[in-house]
């Protein structure tokens, strides 16, 4: 089989995916994050994909810098406990699963909306074309509204015996405090039937106020606006704390960003020069973002 018909099962028409994921997955490119630039590859005239590096301003290396520590941050707190049943929620067009499942004895269970599990399931026929060896585990793509509970509990049934580990990252952001409180009840009802954890990479916090999102791009602006993304945050880290506590989860784990392995940093380098660095290590600079390992209390 040739190239050309390897990436003839990927999605033609790039409209056919959301603008954000979308832009995440051509930012995810510049990356090392596991079939990040293949599957970039793919949205890129189905070619080679060559990452434009020049000419891009500060704002746009935090932000892939960000991305990029986000998704590692779920692989640390994964690795230290273990973990073989995984679920990811609404995972959109990332291959965490894809990645693990080869090299790790782990069954996982990939999932989002029905449209994207269908795009997403072409890009994987596309990125696992002509595989011959054995994997390691076990990787499938399923569709899951995360708020659908006994359609949710029904799928956890699809694992093996044993704990189960929930992973998601870019999920929260778009669930207002009733919808967060729904999920909340679902997961924490499962944790205690199977055991496990539950790793979100979503606990971010408000803007300060007269901080508003002037420093970002028009797109990134009407995205955050369209979806009332800063009204869903949480009002500060104790109050995300207190949130999940009040839901029946402890806060276990904080994951720790090693920025030092990212392959953004090189880049915003580059780009925006030795400050930019140390601006990234100042000590008073407003830490927005957390990624937590949850369990389940009793």
């Given amino acids: ?17 959301s603008p954000s994921a979308y832009a ?33 301003p500060e704002e746009y290396w935090n932000r892939i810098l960000h991305f990029e520590s ?16 995984i679920l990811e929620l609404s995972s959109g067009f990332s291959f965490r699963g894809l990645a693990l499942s080869r090299n790790l004895p782990v069954y996982y269970i ?3 909306l029905p449209g994207v599990i269908e795009g997403k399931q072409r890009f994987v026929n596309a990125l696992t074309a002509g595989e011959t060896s054995q994997t390691a585990g076990h990787y499938e793509l399923q569709p899951l509204n995360v708020l659908d509970g006994p359609a949710f509990q029904t799928l956890v049934q699809r694992f093996p015996p ?3 580990s929930i992973v998601n990252e870019g999920l929260l952001v778009y669930l207002d405090a009733t919808e967060k409180e729904q999920l909340c009840q ?20 408000k803007k300060p106020e007269g901080d508003p999102l002037e420093n970002t791009s028009a797109s990134f602006r009407q995205w955050s606006e369209q979806h009332k993304i800063e009204e869903k ?7 995300a704390r207190d949130f999940f506590e009040r839901m029946g989860f402890t806060v276990e784990k904080e994951a720790k960003p090693d920025y030092s392995r990212l392959t953004a940093l090189t880049h915003l380098a580059k780009n925006a020069g030795p400050d930019a660095i140390e601006r990234l290590r100042q000590p008073g600079r407003t830490r927005l973002h957390a990624t937590w390992r949850l369990v389940a209390r009793t």
């Fill in 186 to 205: 679902t997961i924490r009802k499962i944790l205690l039937a199977r055991g496990g954890c539950w790793i979100t990479a979503d606990i971010y916090i």
């Fill in 162 to 164: 044993g704990p189960v």
């Fill in 24 to 56: 995440l997955l051509a930012m995810k490119g510049h990356t090392s994050i596991p079939f990040a630039r293949e599957a970039a590859a793919l949205l890129e005239n189905y070619g080679q994909f060559t990452p434009d590096l020049a000419d891009k």
């Fill in 110 to 112: 990939d999932t989002d």
């Fill in 233 to 239: 945050k949480f009002g500060s880290f104790q109050l």
């Fill in 1 to 17: 089989m040739t190239t050309d018909d390897h990436l003839s099962t990927a999605p033609r028409d790039p409209a056919s995916i």
């Fill in 70 to 85: 986000r998704y590692w941050s779920i692989d640390q707190l994964l690795g230290d406990q273990p973990a073989t049943n």
